[in-house]
């Protein structure tokens, strides 16, 4: 890691903010990765190439980020992310911190000589200010408010609410299978990782005047489906959209959104109480304008999705596990390139990865990754998740 002597080493008060931001994360950081549903990938290294982004993220997030509030104020790029499309959102979020809070917690037991708080206070800080312009109302997590993320403005929700098609069993299990095939592709596209799609809500249409009491909107982003700067994307060019926008209403449905942005609800099964979907892509609409998508084109999308899934699972079965750690640490580590992009400096910002890394430590990762797998859980108490500086 490069040594920087433009920030300075913190005071007391600085310690004592940095230990508050971690502090804050520790216990969400701990139940989200403990809640979160195990899956271990029969072909992709997912622990592996976590733990080289989230080390190179703790060497490498705090100039990146200084590079990109020195272009745009942290809290005015949050805030660009509220409308449909944008890449800013609550699971990129949380992630900014926490891959550089992971990649502390690996490295500093190598090194501790590389854990500097003033380094760490500044991704924390950047993280507290884009946060709570995204969300726009004074919190930073959708587990402040007990699981809503409702930071499209009230135009859009109507929108997707008034234009939604009713559906009756049939139409009910056919969209369940669309929307199977299109989670399923963007899951591979993004390397086995659920950030490909985000659901963001829940909204009451009955307190709002959008519908009957007991219907919930849920609406559920489908990001980048196409051609990418992901070089792995190429096989996707014939994709018919790069970004879908759902609108999903539920009926008799209690639901929250995590900070993965991912719907939870009672009873579990909420697609079993689908009454209507209204479909949207923002396309050709930098600014997130919404342009109606006939909810009958769900079946040609998702029939694409099927078949650049397999020339996409035939791609990446020809690489070799190092290949493949790149391409899911590159997922990983451009988690941070949305918010550079808002700020015009993407192209300023190096996002090779690995690069920090030694070669030696990269293959110890690797090792380590293959040997835990992705069954294991932390057992580290919740308010010690991450360690405080004092």
């Known amino acids: 890691m490069a040594d920087d002597d433009a920030t300075p080493t913190p005071g007391g008060a600085q310690l004592d903010r940095v230990d508050e931001l971690i502090g804050y994360h520790s216990p969400l950081a701990h139940r989200l990765t403990t809640e979160r549903t195990s899956y271990q990938s029969q072909m992709i290294p997912v622990t592996s190439y976590i733990l080289v982004a989230c080390c190179e993220a703790f060497m490498r997030y705090p100039e990146a980020m200084r590079t990109i509030a020195g272009a745009m104020d942290p809290e005015r790029i949050g805030a660009a992310g509220r409308r449909p499309g944008s890449r800013i959102n609550t699971v990129h979020l949380w992630s900014i911190a926490n891959f550089h809070l992971l990649g502390r917690k690996v490295l500093s037991q190598f090194d501790p000589s590389l854990d500097r708080p003033e380094r760490t206070l500044e991704v924390l800080e950047f993280w507290d200010a884009a946060a709570r312009g995204f969300r726009g109302d004074g919190t930073r997590t959708a587990d402040d408010t007990g699981g809503t993320i409702r930071v499209y403005d009230d135009d859009v929700v109507a929108r997707l609410a008034t234009s939604v098609q009713a559906v009756d069993d049939d139409g009910r299990a056919l969209v369940r299978r669309q929307l199977a095939s299109l989670v399923s592709y963007l899951f591979l596209l993004y390397f086995d990782t659920r950030v490909g799609t985000g659901d963001t809500g829940p ?117 070799d596990t190092m290949e493949m750690v790149r391409c899911g640490a590159e997922v990983y580590f451009t988690f941070l390139r949305p918010f550079a992009e808002v700020a015009g400096v993407a192209g300023e910002i190096d996002w090779t990865v690995p690069r920090d890394l030694a070669p030696a430590m990269v293959d110890l990762l690797v090792a380590a990754g293959e040997s835990v797998g992705g069954s294991s859980l932390p057992d580290e108490q919740p308010d010690m998740y991450y360690l405080p500086y004092r």
């Open 203 to 319: 909204y009451d249409l009955g307190a709002l005047g959008l519908g009957p009491a007991g219907d919930t909107l849920v609406v559920r982003d489908l990001y980048q489906m196409g051609r990418s700067d992901f070089p792995w994307s190429d096989v996707a060019a014939d994709m018919p959209y790069q970004h879908l926008v759902a609108g999903l209403v539920l009926r008799g449905v209690d639901a929250r959104i995590t900070d993965f942005g991912t719907v939870v609800t009672d009873p579990e099964d909420y697609l079993d109480r689908l009454v209507g979907v209204s479909l949207f892509t923002t396309d050709d609409a930098p600014s997130g304008e919404l342009r109606p998508v006939p909810v009958e084109e769900l079946g040609a999308v998702a029939a694409a999705a099927r078949t650049t899934e397999r020339a996409l699972y035939r791609r990446i079965a020809r690489m």
